[in-house]
Structures are given as C-alpha cells and as structure tokens.
C-alpha cells in the first residue's frame, strides 16, 4: 500500500536542502521528523496498518494482503535482521554482516529479504511478500519487540 503525497516544489526543495545539509536522504529527514513525533507521544509508535498479536507460541504479524507467524525463539533474530537489514556495511565490517546474514538464514517464520530500498517480508505459509522501507523495517522491529512482551 502506497501513500502518494504531493509537496509544492518550494516544499521538496527545502526537504531536499535538509537532507543535503544534514547528510542524509529526504526519506530520513522525513522518518526523523517522524520518529521525533512518536518520541514526543503526538502520534502512536506502532506503525498504521500493521498488528502485532502475541500467541502462547509465537507472534502474528499482519499488514493488509500479509500474515506471517514468528515463533518466540526466532524473535530476537527477526528484530535484528529488520534493524540491521538497511545498515551500511564497509568491507570492516565483515563481523557484523556475517551475523546478519545468520540471523537471516535462521529464520522458520517470516523470513528476510534485503531490496534496494528496503526488505521484503515473505510469509512462510502462504508464500506471500510484503515490501518496507529500511526506516519502517527499523520501526517494526520496536513494534515487533513490543508485541512479544505483551
């Protein structure tokens, strides 16, 4: 599900300068601002469109057309995958990309899988793929470590 949102040119602009002063993409000035937000309790933490369900084995994660079930044991795993999956890594930093490639690789539920811009989720009954940027990758990853503790 995309949200098309229209900027007057003045506007995008002076997103795109931020972006450029601050070293960053739109994308991220626009999560920041948002994650600012939710820091601030203006708007809720847990992501529009997506539940997270605790079950006496697992969690359910749902996004409309997409349900994937994560068992307890592979939480931990799926947290760090989603937030490591839009991390830049150097060639240094082989240490950490192996450990994200485990825990990728680990995965029974819902797996992983890293896009340009962001991850797929693919549900392990149905098969079914749900795209998100990194930044809302990142969120989920809270809202999923949210939902196991409830």
């Not at 795109?16 to 809720?44: C, F, N, Y």
């Not at 996004?63 to 799926?78: D, N, Y």
């Not at 947290?79 to 490591?84: E, I, M, S, T």
């Not at 989720?121 to 793929?129: I, M, W």
Request: hydrophobic fraction near 40%; avoid cysteine.
């Amino acid at each position: 599900m995309a949200f098309n949102l229209k900027l007057p040119d003045e506007r995008g602009k002076q997103l795109q300068m931020i972006a450029e002063a601050e070293g960053k993409s739109v994308v991220d000035v626009i999560t920041d601002h948002i994650r600012s937000k939710v820091d601030a309790g203006v708007i809720p933490a847990d992501l529009p469109y997506t539940a997270v369900t605790k079950t006496m084995n697992s969690v359910i994660v749902e996004f409309p057309g997409f349900e994937g079930e994560v068992p307890f044991q592979e939480v931990s795993a799926l947290v760090f995958a989603l937030r490591g999956a839009g991390e830049k890594f150097s060639p240094a930093d082989v240490e950490r990309k192996q450990k994200l490639m485990e825990a990728l690789s680990s995965l029974s539920g819902v797996k992983v899988k890293r896009m340009a811009q962001g991850v797929k989720l693919v549900s392990p009954n149905t098969g079914e793929e749900y795209p998100i940027a990194f930044g809302v990758a990142s969120d989920l990853a809270s809202q999923i470590e949210r939902g196991a503790k409830r």
